[in-house]
């Protein structure tokens, strides 16, 4: 197993295994050390079908089903992510986000494998959200721990819905949920249950304001770190291809599906695995630790 980083931040390509054969204990543990150190890795060449992908998925922990795009019965926890060629709607996850940040628990992370590519676009880029927290001033750093951010669900509730032309999978997700409307708080700083390392745990998509403050008072903050994560330094871009597999740490990164490619196909598949807990991820920082 050979595993070389994509950037000098994060993020890295494996090579050098099977991921449709037997996983090992020693080749599960080496994934997650892997995931915890660079948290986006990518496998090339890896042809896999639903269960062998949860079999992968379950490496990182329990299948956590999207409540709002839930799979088929037999793997309610894989979403397909699926644009068609005469599509002129948004994509899913357009948007920089972590992927449902406004639950009480959201999920650890996901694994996404390339099914059909367009011949160029359909792009992902992440961005390690511990990078941005590094490269933070000291005066932001301070205003920022022990404090938490609060998350809603603006997608999929009512108050906050995108207009219809922009949503996408139209016909198998989940909307206008005023439950998804409802506030969660989650610390605005996460410490990574296996590293230590600490990592803002903001997004544009979901998250809404800083405890303490009004929205027009989080508001300048707020859109000066959502900037401040996405620098180019900060950030990597996956060109997929098929039977590609992406596997990414969802509390230490946020994730943007780029829709450039009108005209053709795409189709991904996405599981996604739980994560130790939000109370894994509170450390010290956090007013609501216990
Ligand atoms: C997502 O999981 O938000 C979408 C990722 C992608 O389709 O590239």
Redesign the pocket.
């Known amino acids: 197993m050979e595993i070389n980083p994509i950037t000098g931040t994060f993020g890295a390509e494996i090579s050098g295994i099977d991921l449709s054969s037997e996983i090992s204990e020693t080749l599960a543990e080496a994934l997650r050390d892997a995931l915890a150190k660079h948290l986006v890795i990518v496998m090339r060449n890896q042809p896999l079908g639903p269960d062998q992908q949860q079999v992968l998925t379950r490496v990182f922990g329990e299948p956590s089903v999207n409540p709002y795009a839930p799979g088929p019965d037999a793997h309610p926890e894989m979403?397909s992510?699926i644009k068609e060629a005469d599509e002129r709607t948004g994509?899913?996850?357009g948007g920089w986000?972590t992927?449902l940040s406004f639950l009480d628990n959201p999920p650890g992370g996901?694994v996404?494998v390339g099914i059909d590519i367009p011949p160029y676009g359909?792009?992902?880029m992440f961005c390690s959200q511990q990078a941005a927290w590094d490269s933070l001033p000291e005066a932001m750093k301070d205003l920022l721990e022990n404090r938490d951010a609060i998350h809603v669900g603006k997608p999929y509730g009512i108050r906050w819905a995108p207009p219809v032309e922009e949503q996408a999978m139209k016909e198998s997700t989940k909307r206008n949920d005023p439950d998804a409307d409802r506030e969660r708080f989650h610390p605005a700083v996460m410490i990574h249950p296996v590293t230590g390392r600490k990592s803002l745990y903001i997004n544009p998509t979901y998250t809404h304001r800083l405890d303490g403050l009004t929205e027009a008072q989080s508001s300048p903050i707020l859109n000066q770190l959502f900037e401040h994560c996405t620098l180019p330094e900060h950030c990597l871009r996956l060109r997929?291809s098929k039977d590609m597999v992406a596997i990414w740490d969802n509390y230490s990164t946020q994730?943007?599906?780029?829709n450039d490619y009108h005209g053709f196909r795409?189709e991904?598949r996405?599981a996604t695995f739980q994560s130790a807990g939000i109370d894994a991820w509170r450390g010290k920082t956090s007013a609501r630790a216990s």
């Open positions: 979403t992510i994509v899913f996850g986000h992927d996901s996404l359909g792009d992902t997929w994730h943007y599906a780029i795409r991904m996405r």
